[in-house]
């Protein structure tokens, strides 16, 4: 199943980002997110919901209920400025990757 | 520290072979699986599969089963993609990456900083 990600969100400085991962009954899933910046490999940001990775700031926090998992962005910075990827485990086995998000931070 | 070090840039033709290589170094190389990702120019990411670098076994998406092969020197802790019969939508940057947990392949840790592999006659 595919994981629907919006192709862009935009912040303001200091404002809240949400960044959304939709499928059927994701609630019931895993749900990990990676950040990438451009030309670098990505790195992951939460795990297994809502827990953050090492080094990962306070700002970042990660929700998932019913059909729809979702990474907010704390008082957005201009270094938040990157593409978004959620991931999840599927029962086959297999990983699945969302399409990604773009943050823009302007 | 850990760390996982691709090895370079590759060039091919169309329905020729490559073989991408994955040094691991920090930590016990057989206790952590080892993803393989692509991206693809402009494009997101795409799982490939994964390997038990202490078994060896492997599990590729139906979509890569006839092409892919993930094997793994232990003796020099390091994993390789193979990927056969390259078409030009093979052109990508091809990552290795190390599992988060020991137990499962749930999630990716650690990312090697990818290998881009051109496809071109």
């Known amino acids: 199943d595919v994981l629907t990600q919006p192709p862009s969100v935009s912040v303001a400085p200091g404002q809240t980002a949400r960044i959304s991962c939709g499928r059927n009954n994701i609630g019931s899933k895993s749900v990990h997110w990676y950040q990438q910046r451009p030309g670098q490999a990505p790195v992951l940001v939460m795990f297994?919901?809502?827990d953050r990775a090492s080094g990962i700031p306070e700002r970042f926090s990660g929700s998932n209920s019913g059909n729809t998992a979702t990474l907010t962005i704390s008082r957005a910075e201009a270094g938040d400025e990157a593409d978004y990827y959620c991931q999840l485990w599927d029962d086959s086995g297999d990983v699945v990757f969302g399409a990604g998000t773009k943050l823009t931070v302007l | 520290q850990v760390h996982l070090v691709q090895s370079g840039a590759e060039v091919r033709e169309p329905g020729a072979s490559v073989k991408v290589s994955c040094k691991a170094s920090g930590y016990t190389f057989s206790t952590y699986y080892i993803h393989w990702v692509r991206q693809a120019p402009g494009q997101g990411l795409e799982w490939m599969g994964w390997?038990?670098?202490?078994?060896?076994?492997?599990n590729y998406p139906q979509r890569f089963q006839d092409r892919v092969i993930m094997t793994r020197d232990t003796s020099i802790t390091t994993a390789y993609l193979d990927l056969r019969g390259l078409k030009s939508d093979d052109a990508a940057v091809y990552y290795c990456?190390?599992?988060?947990?020991?137990?499962?392949?749930?999630?990716?840790?650690?990312w090697g900083k990818g290998t881009t592999v051109t496809v071109s006659s």
């Open positions: 390997m038990n670098p202490d078994s060896g076994d492997t």
């Open positions: 297994y919901n809502s």
């Open positions: 990456a190390r599992a988060g947990s020991t137990s499962h392949p749930y999630y990716m840790v650690v």
